[in-house]
């Protein structure tokens, strides 16, 4: 296999960051023509949600790296206990930080 040199890596990332862009400015564009409660932007909605949610679960269920180390049950206990705060606060950031220490909490315990 051959390493991609600096020139290369560079030009990948100039590409990506295009790509990127590209369709940025398009949304922009066409954000002034669509209306926001329109069945396009509630269809573009519901697929973004769809989206992160499927990244998200399979995240949970098919972990790469570190968490795959640890057993389903934990991230499980993690997910419930953020989502639980969550229902009940209607606060992001706090929900995330209980759920990360209902996780870290399962792993040592369990």
Known sequence: ???YGFFYSWL???FAILATVIWRFIGVV?????PADG??????????YAMVSAVLLLILVRPIGVLAT???DHRLIGL??????MFFSKRL???????VCAFAIAIHII
Request: proline share 3%; charged share 5%; net charge neutral.
């Open 30 to 34: 066409m954000a002034s023509r669509i």
């Open 70 to 72: 640890t057993s389903l």
């Open 39 to 48: 069945p396009v932007m509630v269809w573009v909605n519901t697929m973004a």
């Open 1 to 3: 296999m051959n390493d």
């Open 93 to 99: 950031i706090f929900s995330l930080f209980c759920g």
């Open 80 to 85: 419930f206990a953020g989502l639980l705060v």
């Open 12 to 14: 990948a990332v100039f």
